[in-house]
Every structure is written in C-alpha cells, then in structure tokens.
C-alpha cells in the first residue's frame, strides 16, 4: 500500500504508446514549467528593489521577443497534436479480425455478451494476444467503460451503439470502472477484465455457455417478434431479405418519404441495423416501400443485440471498419457525415 | 472616511447605487459562497481519507456534497468573483468615472444574485441535488430524484446577474472614460474584464436556454435529451461546453488583469508587451468559443470534429503562454520588492503555468481517452481555478485593501498567508494529477486501496490550504480597526485608483481627471534618478 507507482500495469498495446507520449507532454510541460520558474525567481532576485543589476536600455516590447512566443508554443503545439492524432486514430480504429462482444451498462452494472453465448456481469474475460471490440450501449444513463491498465475508455450512451476496441498484451485481472457519473451507486459500478491465455478462455467459454450462442437466440426473436414474417423468404410483404446485408453497402432513399427522391450508399454496420429496428422511417432502403412498424420501446437491449448479432451472422462476412459512431465509415452520403461531425446525431437525429 | 462614512444605516447600504458599495456587498457575498463550498470540500477531502465510505451516511450524500460544492465555488464565487467585486469597485475609478454607466442596475444585479443564491440555497435545505454542476442528461432530467429544478433555476437567475453586470462594463468602458484616456492607454486590468464581458454576454444566454430545456424535459416528459424519448444526450453537452468552456474563461481572464497590475507595481516598470497583452486577452476570448468539444473527446463525437478541437485547444494555450512570457518580461531589470500582493502574484504565475500546461495533456487526444474523467482532471482545473482565479483574487485584495478600506493590514500575516496558500494548494492537488493518471475515476465515494496513500496525503495538504484561506479573514478584520492609516497610494503605484483619497470619497474623483500618458509609466518616476545614481557610482 506504500508504494508509489506512476503508471498504472501496461497491459495493452496502446499502453506503451500513450504512456510516451505522456512523458513526451511531461518534458515539455516540466521544460517549460522549470525555465518560468527559474527566469522569475532569477529576475525577482537579480532585480530586486535596491539591487545595484546594470538596468540600462530598459525596453517595454519587442516584436521579435513576441514573435518568438507565437511561433516556438504553436510549433511545438502542432507536433503535439499530430503525435496525438495518430495515436488516437489507432485508438478509434478496429482491425477486422477482432473478437466482438457486447455490453450493456446500466445503474449500476456492466453486462457483457459473448457472441457464443456466455454472459456476465462486472467481469470480462478475453484472451491476451487478440483484439477485442465492444459494442457497447446503455439502458438508461450515460456511463463510462474504462480499464486504466489498457489507457481505454469509451462513454456509453443510451440510444445507440459505441464502440472500443483494444489489443491486450498480458495475462492478469485488470480493474474496470464507470467513470461517467451515473448516480448514486456509481463508485461501485464496476469490477474485472480477466485476460487469460487462448486455450484458457475457449475452456472458459464452453465452460459458461448455457446456450447456443447470441446469434442463435436472435434467430429464434427474428422468428418471435415476427420480423420473419416480412422479412422472411417466403413472405408476401414486399420487405428487403436480410441476407447479406450486413457489411455491404445499402441505397437509401435521400427522402424516406419519397421514392423518387434519389438514393445514397451507406455501410451496413451495427447502428443502422439497431436505427432501422427502432426508427424504420428514418433510412429507407430504394425501392421499397417505409412500411416497417418502429419497434421502439417493445424490444430490450439485450434482445436488440441478440438481434443484431443474428442480422450479422447472416451479413457478408466480416466487414472491416464500422464505425460510424465515429463519423468514420468509408461510404457515407455527405448530408449523413455533416451530422456525425455534431457528435454523431445521425444515430439519434428526429423522434419518432 | 470616503464612500464607507457617507452614512452608516443598513438602509444605506442595502439601497446603494455605489460601484464601490455595492462592490463590498458582492464581496461579502461571495465569501459566505466560498465558505459554504469549502465545507462541503472538507466533507469531501475527509470522506477521501479511506477507500470506504464512513464519513457520510451514503452515497448519495457524498454525491450531493460534490455537486453543491461545484455549484457554489463555479456559479457562485469564480465566475462572479473578481469581476463583481474587484471590477466593481475599481473599473470606474480607474478609467476616471463617477461610477459605472448604469448605478441603479448594478444594484439590481446584486439582487439577482442574491435571489438566485437563495434559490440554490432552497435546493440544498430541501434535499440537495446529486447530478455535479455539470447537470449532464438524461441522468438530470429523467433520473435523478433530487432538487435539480431549483438548483438550476438559481443558476438560471445568477446568469442574468452576470450578464447585467457585464453589460454594464461594456458600457461603462466605452462611454465613460476620462479625456485622454484612449483605448491603449486603458490599465490591463479593463482590457481584461471588456473581454470577460464580450464573453459573458454571448455565452451566459446559451447557459440559460439549456436550463430552459433541462427544465422542461424534467417537468414535462418532452424527449429533448433523453433517447427513451426520442432526444439525444450529446446535444446537452455540445450545449453545456459551449458555455461552459468560455466561462473557464470568464473565471480566469480577469485575473490576467489583476496580475498585470500587480506585477508591474511591484516591478516598478511597465508592463512588458502592452498591445500583445490586450490582443492575447482579446484572442482567448474568441478562440475560448471554439474550442467547446474537447471535453467530449470519448463521448462518442467524431473523430474528426475531436481532431479540430484538439488542434484548437493547442492554439488557445498559445496566447495564454504570451501572458506567462510577458509577465515574466516584466520582471527583467525591474525594481522588485516582494510584498503580499507580489507573492500572491508569483503564486499566481506558478501555479497557472501548471495548470495549462497539464492542459496540454487533455487537449492531446489519445492521453485524454486515458485520463478524462479521472483525478487528473480534476487537478489540472483546480490549478486554473483555484491556484489561478483564487491567488488573483487574494493577490488583488491585497493590493486594493488599503484604497478599499484605508487601512494597512499586517504585512507579516500577509505574507505567511501567501506562502501558507501556495505549499498547502501544492499539496492538496499536485497527488491528483498522479492519482487521475494511475487511473482514480473522479466523482468517486469509494475507490480500491490502492489509492489511499495519495488520497490521504491530498486530503493532508487541504488543511493546510484551508488554514491559508482563513487567515486573512482574520487578519484582514483585525486591519479594520488597527491597521495603520493607508493614505491614497500607500505601494506608490500608477493608475487612477491611486490618485483619489483612501477610501474614495462617495464622488470618487474632486476633480476630473485628464489622462496623458499611457498605464505603467513607472520607469519614467524614478528609473532615470536610479540609473544615473548607479552610474554615478560606476564613475566614482
Ligand atoms: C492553457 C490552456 C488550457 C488547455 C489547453 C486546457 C485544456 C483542457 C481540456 C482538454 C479539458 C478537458 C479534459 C477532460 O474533461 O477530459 C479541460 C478541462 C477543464 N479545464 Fe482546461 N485547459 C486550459 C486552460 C483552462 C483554464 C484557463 C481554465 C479555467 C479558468 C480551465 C478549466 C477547466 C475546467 C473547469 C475543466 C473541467 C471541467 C469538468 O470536467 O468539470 N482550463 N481543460
Ligand atoms: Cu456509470
């Protein structure tokens, strides 16, 4: 309990990036913090009331003096920035091979579900060695994932999807808190990322599995909350198979209100599968007619993601970024990234 | 006894249209502000102590602590703070005015504060609220179950406060400075709190109507934040920051100007880089309005939109190091004597230059992804907060007292309350900063054990702050009935203020006063006669 580290466990491949860069700030902020240290004690001393310092050509301004204060902090400022920038963008990007799991956070604890099944509560086992993203969404409040020995964090936002991902490096149980404050229990929402050898999480995995896997039970609600009988292969309502769906591109309609107004390409990632669930009228697919009932309110998260991950079971493959949440996916109409850059009200724009 | 003796009712006092009076019932004000926020701190610090919660009840006692304490120190005393007070008092009688341009609704703003005081007050007696100052949806609005209606109408109401009063600076500092008294030739001090008005004006409004919309989502169930009703919680925040993030602003700009001053008074010599010094104070107030998303860096925002306000809150920081660099200028073959102002200065310099440069750490995008919302945050915000606006403010007190009151207070008191504040603020939030990048969430009751040591020797270092804050209380009272008579310029500094009577009469000026030279003519005094003794000397 005495001892003072400075950095939490490194147990993540961003740990070692973001941590030099911090030492990079940290000389330059000490750099900066010593040298007006030491120039206003020395001035303060040296020139000191009665002191007999040559005081000689005193000057009130000098434009070079200035413009050295603009130029060195910007330069050094845009380095910063750019070093910071790269991190940050490996931060915000998955590989495709990630492993994916979903969690729910609500006051005051996390769930997590495993694509094969299992699930748990303030607990996260994974494998050292591969990358992981979650999927992440909230049933109330906003909440915070954040695991400090990874230099990982991600809000969790009701209404929509967010994503993290992280690589980690190191067998051990790392701490996992909520750092978005979320109500009285907030301090205590939170628990362990287990991160164990490979072969070790599989025997975990068949270990707790009690069932046949996320995309299996979303299999058996597409069939329960009736989205078969439109979408099925041998409906009668003209609704778009899902088939293949996910990770391709899709055409909207630039109007969901009307068929002639033109198209727009978007990705089929989490979010529009989880927005056209709950707000069917917002993104029409071309050539079809906005029929679907919005199944907002009626479907729990939990179900939604078991939804989700059925829609992507049947999807093409394993697609490569699907972030848009991040204002990131490659095929995105323009009007559609203007509202992303606000924050990503896309996911969440209009009522319904 | 000037403006203090003109009459002595409560009535007189209570009814004033007097800058300066009405200055001191701001300062009175906020004072009982700031010690009802610090007792809340202290319940924080001590609850701190163990990794279990003991001291209070719950956690949602705990939770209501931190919210009040952020909403009285943030709403209440730094954002009103030196410019209600200092302002008040000083932006007349240094631009050589009979008072601000509109007397009767600068004691209207009074009032408003008062009553949007006793609003949050009401809040706090009948049952707190738990959401922190920072109210962010849909928790505030759907979930919550305490008093956040009352709580944010009063920060509604001290709102129009602010921005009265700082219609009344823009006005004043336009129509009614002395002749001669050209733009550049305005004391840094008025630059600074011009600035901290344009600020307010266009930014409070903004607060307001997000209280508006808070409000009405909480009573009437409209899905404006809340997605379970069709709203988005992310247009809380983008709304929140852009007031929020100017008001840092609004707290620490007229700072800048009371350190001008001090500074070059106590350097005898004029402020170094005067024009850049204004354009700095000018520059931060616009770019300050940019800059609004880089405290939602892992809210989910786009990454290109983080990228421009991460590359923006780089360049914000520029022309607040412009601000370090001249003061430091300043000093260079000046005549330095370090008096309590001067070390509350000096403090000042310090502690702010930590503060922003750890702001760098936050601006970096992929370090703030690890440290947002921890401890370090909270560190790096208190050093501009309290290391910065509340060094300022005693520093200005100090320097003003005697032209306030008339009276010398005890300047070996002063002195060791300067020091006593500067190593007890070290200690109290230099361990935050290694305990937010160890991983401490902030706004947290309870924590693993193994962060009891720094939370321990954090909670040590704020007895020794509160120990510096309540010695000039003290002292500074006694000064009122021993304290050695001031006369109008007891530290021999220029500017107007200095010119009048200590206390200014009622009038402030007999006569009026016509300006012609520019601020900090300090050199032109006694540099030369200095000089040439020393050189004299040399000859000899
Ligand atoms: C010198 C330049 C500065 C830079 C580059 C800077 C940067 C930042 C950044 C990026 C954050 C967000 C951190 C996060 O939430 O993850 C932040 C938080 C904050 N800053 Fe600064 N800052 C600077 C100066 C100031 C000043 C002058 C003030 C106040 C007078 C201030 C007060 C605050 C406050 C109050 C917060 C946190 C608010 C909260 O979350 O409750 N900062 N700063
Ligand atoms: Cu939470």
Known sequence: ?352 | MGYLGADYTIKSWLLTTDHKRIGLLYMISITVFFLLGGAAATLLRLELMTPRGDVFGSPDDYNRSFTIHGVFMVFFFLIPGVPAVLGNFLIPLMIGARDLAFPRLNLMSWYIYMIGGLFTLYALVAGGVDTGWTFYTPYSTMFSNTQVIAAALGIFIVGFSSILTALNFIVTIHTMRAPGMTWLRLPLFIWAHYATSLIIVLGTPVLAITIILVAVERLFKVGIFDPAYGGDPLLFQHLFWFYSHPAVYIMILPSFGVISEIVTAFARKKIFGYSFMAGALLAIAVLGFLVWGHHMFVSSQSMYAGMIFSVLSFLVAVPSGIKVFNWTATLYKGSVSFKTPMLYALGFIGLFTIGGLTGLVLSTMATDVHVHDTYFVVAHFHYIMVGGMVMAYLGGLHFWWPKITGRMYSEFWGALSALTVFIGFNLTFFPQFLLGYIGMPRRYYEYPEEYQVLNVMSSAGASVLAVGYMMPLIYLMISLKVGKIAGPNPWAASGLEWETSSPPPTHNFLDTKIVTSGPYDYELQEFADMQREVQEQGIV
């Open chain 1, 1 to 352: 309990m005495w001892e003072f580290p400075l950095f939490p466990d490194s147990a993540s491949t961003f740990a070692p990036k973001v941590d030099a860069l911090y030492i990079g700030l940290m000389i330059v902020s000490a750099a900066f913090t010593f040298a007006f240290c030491f120039f206003v004690l020395f001035f303060a001393v040296k020139y000191r009331r009665g002191s007999k310092a040559d005081r000689s050509n005193i000057r009130d301004s000098s434009p070079l003096a200035e413009a050295i204060y603009i130029t060195v902090p910007t330069l050094i400022g845009i380095g910063l920035f750019m070093w910071g920038a790269i991190i940050y963008f490996e931060l915000v990007s998955p590989p495709g091979d990630s492993i994916e799991i979903y969690v729910t956070g609500k006051q005051w604890m996390w769930k997590a579900q495993h694509p094969e099944g299992s699930s748990e509560i303030n607990e996260l086992h994974i494998p050292a060695g591969k990358p992981v993203r979650l999927i992440m969404t909230s049933e109330d409040v906003i909440h915070s994932y954040y695991i400090p020995d990874f230099r990982a964090k991600q809000d969790v936002l009701p209404g929509r999807y967010t994503s993290m991902w992280f690589h980690p490096t190191k067998v051990g149980r790392f701490r996992l808190f909520c750092t978005e404050y979320c109500g009285t229990e907030h301090s205590r929402m939170g628990g362990w990322v287990t991160v164990m050898e490979p072969a070790a999480y599989e025997a975990w995995l068949e270990g707790s599995s009690e069932t046949t896997g996320l995309a299996a039970e979303g299999e058996a609600l597409f069939r329960q909350y009736h989205c078969s009988g439109c979408h099925g292969a041998n409906s009668t309502v003209k609704a778009p198979p899902l088939e293949g769906v996910f990770g391709g591109p899709v055409p909207l309609l630039n109007d969901p209100k009307d068929p002639q107004s033109g198209s727009k390409i978007i990705v089929a990632d989490e979010r529009y599968v989880r927005d056209s669930i709950l707000r069917p009228m917002e993104e029409v697919v071309a050539g079809y007619e906005p029929l679907m009932p919005s199944f907002a309110g009626q479907i729990p998260e939990d179900d939604l993601l078991k939804l989700v991950s059925y829609i992507k079971s049947i999807g093409r493959g394993r697609q490569t970024r699907t972030l848009t949440d991040r204002g990131m996916s490659e095929g995105e109409g323009a009007a559609s990234n203007i509202t992303d850059f606000m924050g990503g009200t896309s996911a969440n724009g209009g009522t319904n």
